[in-house]
């Protein structure tokens, strides 16, 4: 088994299908939305598939160590991962295809106007072990 990250972004993909902001749908297209990433989770639970997963807030807060005292906080003017990133789910399949698949259907989670939203999802392995260094 080996385990995939799928990535859901709210900009920074390209263009879903039904591309319309979470934030301009009816109050019951987002229980829709939700209710279909529920359905996937528990039926990935089922068959040992699903290991976690999360909505995100688009609020956060960039942080780096700048030397002795206390951390800045920055909020610099480059993409930043509250922009971006909605929400994760981390799953433990057999393949590449098969996390490919599940993404592809993931994919289809009803949006605006109940239809599908056909966002694109980016798939990410874990890594197994550290990278080599190649001369």
């Known amino acids: 088994m080996a385990k995939y990250l799928l990535l859901k972004h709210y900009r920074g ?11 301009q749908w009816e109050p019951e297209e987002i229980s ?9 989770a528990a039926r990935l639970e089922r068959s ?19 030397g002795e005292g206390l951390p800045p906080v920055t909020d ?14 981390v799953i433990d399949v057999d393949s590449h295809e098969r996390a490919v698949e599940l993404a592809g259907e ?10 599908p ?3 694109w999802l980016e798939v990410r392995p874990f890594l197994t072990a550290p990278p080599t260094v190649t001369e």
Not at 32 to 40: E, G, L, P, T
Not at 48 to 66: H, K
Not at 106 to 115: M, V
């Open 106 to 115: 993931l994919s289809a989670a009803p949006g605006a106007g109940g239809k």
């Open 32 to 40: 829709a939305h939700v209710q279909y990433m529920n359905d996937f």
């Open 48 to 66: 040992g598939e699903f290991v976690d997963g999360q909505a995100l807030a688009p609020e956060g807060t960039w942080v780096r160590y700048d």
């Open 76 to 89: 610099g003017p480059f993409a930043e991962t509250k922009d971006l990133i909605a929400g994760w789910m």
């Open 117 to 119: 939203i056909h966002e």
């Open 13 to 23: 993909a390209p263009a879903p299908v039904n591309d319309v902001p979470m934030n």
